[in-house]
Nanobody, 120 residues
Framework: QVHLVESGGGLVQAGGSLRLSCAASGSIYSLDVMAWYRQAPGKQRELVAGITSGGSTNYADSVEGRFTISRDNARNTVYLEMNSLKSEDTAVYYC??????????????WGQGTQVTVSS
């Protein structure tokens, strides 16, 4: 089993910055894709940014140039640096991992979510 714990959410003024972290733990064999999703009230969950084990990244158009995803493979941790935050970035942010636990198979894992609120 792989467990994900997010941290770093909170309240910030528009134009400010936040850094989210997500640490994976448990009986990890491999962590392939690590990503951040978000869900605003009344909206569907959407992909914010993703990063492969090789370091390739992709971003939603709405955050391109403002957010940066990175990962520390030694620490099994993925980060999301968020700059120039806007009120429309307000959402619950979820950590996502596609990986394999020991004696298991490739599957998706989700964190509990962390609230990000941007005040205008």
């Amino acid at each position: 089993q792989v467990h994900l714990v997010e941290s770093g959410g909170g309240l910030v003024q528009a134009g400010g910055s936040l850094r989210l972290s997500c640490a994976a733990s448990g009986s990890i064999y491999s962590l392939d894709v690590m990503a951040w999703y978000r869900q605003a009230p009344g909206k569907q969950r959407e992909l914010v940014a993703g990063i492969t084990s090789g370091g390739s990244t992709n971003y939603a158009d709405s955050v391109e140039g403002r957010f940066t995803i990175s990962r520390d493979n030694a620490r099994n941790t993925v980060y999301l640096e968020m700059n120039s935050l806007k009120s429309e970035d307000t959402a619950v942010y979820y950590c996502y991992v596609r990986g394999t636990a020991l004696r298991s198979w490739l599957r998706d894992y989700w964190g509990q979510g962390t609230q990000v609120t941007v005040s205008s």
